[in-house]
């Protein structure tokens, strides 16, 4: 999968693919090192506390629409997500898997790129990958709330205002392997 090289309205970050090489973001924090993490340029992220509350354990498997999906451990120092900038993220060749499937936000508003999906076989499809911005609780680009969480870090502690993280997904090509 090579994510977005360029987006419109923000900035569009994966937390969950199904690897974790080449993580380029720290999204999350702990709420004792809040300004640790920096999602939307500001050093504002999801608290971990947070994220643990809503069942999203670091490193552990979390199922979501019928997708498996793990959530990065990064303990609030590694990098936890990909911040789309047309890199390549490697996925785990699953035979007849029918769908694609995101974890993510965007931030700095509702953030969307066109993606690109390479196939065992060397052919490609590529799709519009779209993720809400983290503090809208209306989702678009048909996302589904994955979780809601009561505040975000900021490097002066918890902003006080809701944010969310979303899924998407995009269907794979009949008979082929990512």
Not at 81 to 92: F, H
Not at 125 to 144: K, M
Not at 164 to 174: N, P, V
Request: charged share 5%; net charge negative.
């Amino acid at each position: 999968v090579i994510l977005p090289s360029t987006v419109t309205g923000g900035q569009l970050h994966v937390f969950a693919v199904g690897t974790r090489s080449f993580m380029n973001n720290l999204g999350t924090s702990n709420n004792s090192q809040p300004g640790e993490g920096n999602a939307d340029g500001g050093h504002i992220s999801y608290s971990i506390q947070s994220l643990e509350a809503a069942h999203l354990q670091q490193g552990e498997p979390f199922s979501f629409n019928g997708a498996t999906f793990t959530w990065p451990a990064s303990y609030g120092i590694l990098a936890d997500n990909y911040q789309a900038a047309g890199q390549t993220i490697n996925v785990a060749p699953v035979s007849n898997a029918t769908t694609l499937a995101f974890v993510g936000a965007g931030t700095n508003g509702n953030t969307s790129g066109v993606a690109t999906i390479t196939y065992t076989d060397g052919s490609t499809s590529t799709f519009t990958l779209g993720l809400t911005d983290w503090a809208n609780a209306t989702p678009a680009f048909g996302n589904l709330v994955v979780a809601t969480f009561h505040s975000a870090n900021t490097p002066n502690g918890p902003t006080g205002y809701a944010e969310y993280l979303y899924y998407t997904e995009t269907s794979l090509q009949a008979g082929k392997t990512v």
